[in-house]
Nanobody, 126 residues
Framework: QVQVAESGGGLVQAGGSLRLSCAASGRTLAGYPMGWFRQAPGKERESVAAINWNGGTTYYTDSVKGRFTISRDNAKNTVYLQMNSLKPEDTAVYYC???????????????????WGQGTQVTVSS
């Protein structure tokens, strides 16, 4: 059974940094596209960043470009989201997701992904 799990969330002041991690069990992440999403209270889940199967292509939503970086370490079976210059509007539950599409490209769409973590809370205080 494939499972993904996020870690690294917490409370940080505006301007601070956090690094989220997403680890997989039951299968290797290598060769599969991954995505990070977030959902704030009362809002729909939105794409934050995505990375293709080998890390060669990444995508970011406009609001995080230049501040967030998605990366993957296949040897550690982990995907990361480095978040710098955090803003209060970044406050949300952050989810990672794995698409069961070997050698697949990255995607913003929630329906593209097959396995989701339980989420980790990120709170940015002003």
């Amino acid at each position: 059974q494939v499972q993904v799990a996020e870690s690294g969330g917490g409370l940080v002041q505006a301007g601070g940094s956090l690094r989220l991690s997403c680890a997989a069990s039951g299968r290797t992440l290598a060769g599969y596209p991954m995505g990070w999403f977030r959902q704030a209270p009362g809002k729909e889940r939105e794409s934050v960043a995505a990375i293709n199967w080998n890390g060669g292509t990444t995508y970011y939503t406009d609001s995080v470009k230049g501040r967030f970086t998605i990366s993957r370490d296949n040897a550690k079976n982990t995907v990361y989201l480095q978040m710098n210059s955090l803003k209060p509007e970044d406050t949300a539950v952050y989810y990672c997701a794995l698409a069961d599409k070997y050698f697949g490209q990255a995607s913003y769409s929630t329906t593209f992904y097959d396995y989701w973590g339980q989420g980790t809370q990120v709170t940015v205080s002003s």
